[in-house]
């Protein structure tokens, strides 16, 4: 009984990071490019200041797996990085010029983009042989965004937008400490890994995998850095939009919810390429109907799978491929290629483009890169029902 208590203890701490974690995105991702638009940012601008946030994922996450991975103190990165990084983003309170946010953002993202690779890392050797419950853990980051989400639109509407940043300081602020109650499995309970990090790269699924990450995450540029202002210009409400991104992260909690079902029933490939296919669907429908609130929700619905599948089967087959001494590397290389190189590069080319060829065939460019992310991947992988 009290092992029991202790492990429940122990995925408590881990979720409570997870649901701090990702409040302050339910804070940051709706209303953050908004918040630049109140300051009378560029569409180019923009686009500029949320590359240099997901820029910095393509290297900042590698840097601190590597620290991780040879001094064995994953957790004492993880609570320097949330620290570093609050401390740098409280100066946002403080300066709004475009050279000195953009500078100030990209230090304070070089921190805070260390943390979740590494936390990943930590989750799974806290989870032993009970990985397939990491969903119903993180489904818990899915909540605090919700939560964020939904109350900020209404709170935004009463006391203005202007006051964004002090919200997302407070909340990360609760992250930094609720990494303190976070315990650190023993190493010496990890795998050992089977290959070094380059072969295990250059395997021919590893390979299809990260570079489906890529893609995927690239298509989701124009969503992540525009769909607020997309969905304002066609007329919907700061309410109505803040209810929009929650929809869309609830229908991932539940797909969260499930997972450790699915997982093992039709195999984490499988699933993948069910989540690319129905990626290529969702940056269709938002390209030709956005003006119709019904097929926008079921769009946004379609985050269970653009995100949540996509995510969950991504992350159980980089762990399966990268273990022991290469683990925090490996989570780091995921959220570098994904969410660093394709989110970026997905928010730099939108910012350019929006404008030029309009939010429409911006879409569209969205749904042929998740299109080839779903060929390749179904061309080498060749994944079937019910394999891992």
């Known amino acids: 009984m009290f092992v029991k208590q202790k492990t429940s203890a122990e995925h408590q701490s881990l979720a409570g990071f997870y649901f701090f974690y990702f409040a302050s995105i339910g804070a940051y991702l709706p209303y953050w490019n908004l918040y630049l638009k109140h300051l009378e940012f560029s569409a180019r601008q923009i686009g500029e200041l949320s590359a240099v946030l997901l820029a910095t994922k393509i290297f900042a996450p590698y840097i601190w797996g590597w620290v991780a991975d040879h001094t064995g103190k994953r957790l004492s990165a993880i609570r320097l990085a949330s620290f570093t990084g609050m401390v740098i983003f409280s100066t946002t309170l403080i300066w709004q010029g475009y050279w000195v946010l953009l500078?100030?953002?990209?230090?304070?993202?070089?921190?805070?983009?260390?943390?979740?690779?590494?936390?990943?890392?930590?989750?799974?050797?806290?989870?032993?042989?009970?990985?397939?419950?990491?969903?119903?853990?993180?489904?818990?980051?899915?909540?605090?965004?919700?939560?964020?989400?939904?109350?900020?639109?209404?709170?935004?509407?009463?006391?203005?937008?202007?006051?964004?940043?002090?919200?997302?300081?407070?909340?990360?602020?609760?992250?930094?400490?609720?990494?303190?109650?976070?315990?650190?499995?023993?190493?010496?309970?990890?795998?050992?890994?089977?290959?070094?990090?380059?072969?295990?790269?250059?395997?021919?699924?590893?390979?299809?995998?990260?570079?489906?990450?890529?893609?995927?995450?690239?298509?989701?540029?124009?969503?992540?850095?525009?769909?607020?202002?997309?969905?304002?210009?066609?007329?919907?409400?700061?309410?109505?939009?803040?209810?929009?991104?929650?929809?869309?992260?609830?229908?991932?909690v539940v797909v969260f919810y499930y997972m450790y079902r699915w997982l093992p029933r039709f195999g984490a490939k499988f699933l993948l390429v069910v989540a690319m296919l129905l990626t290529v669907i969702r940056w269709w429908l938002i390209a030709?109907?956005?003006?119709?609130?019904?097929?926008?929700?079921?769009?946004?619905?379609?985050?269970?799978?653009?995100?949540?599948?996509?995510?969950?089967?991504?992350?159980?087959?980089?762990?399966?491929?990268f273990s022991g001494k290469i683990q925090g590397r490996g989570q780091a290389l995921f959220a570098s290629i994904s969410f660093g190189l394709g989110g970026s590069l997905g928010g730099l080319v939108s910012g350019y483009t929006w404008n030029s060829i309009g939010p429409s065939y911006v879409y569209l460019l969205a749904m042929c890169i998740a299109l080839i992310a779903f060929i390749q991947y179904l061309w080498i992988v060749k994944p079937s029902l019910g394999k891992a």
């Open 288 to 321: 030709y109907y956005v003006e119709y609130l019904s097929i926008l929700l079921f769009a946004q619905l379609l985050h269970a799978a653009s995100y949540g599948l996509f995510h969950a089967s991504a992350i159980h087959l980089i762990d399966g491929y």
């Open 103 to 252: 500078i100030v953002l990209a230090g304070y993202s070089f921190f805070w983009n260390a943390t979740l690779p590494q936390f990943e890392a930590a989750t799974m050797n806290n989870l032993g042989d009970s990985k397939q419950m990491y969903s119903r853990i993180r489904l818990w980051g899915s909540v605090g965004f919700i939560v964020t989400a939904s109350l900020m639109a209404p709170a935004l509407e009463k006391f203005g937008i202007e006051h964004l940043p002090w919200i997302i300081l407070i909340i990360l602020l609760f992250t930094w400490v609720n990494t303190l109650f976070v315990n650190e499995r023993p190493p010496s309970l990890q795998k050992i890994a089977p290959y070094s990090m380059l072969k295990t790269c250059l395997q021919p699924q590893v390979f299809a995998l990260l570079l489906a990450c890529f893609l995927i995450q690239a298509s989701h540029g124009p969503y992540y850095t525009f769909f607020s202002i997309y969905a304002e210009d066609n007329g919907y409400s700061r309410s109505l939009i803040g209810q929009l991104w929650s929809l869309g992260v609830l229908a991932e």
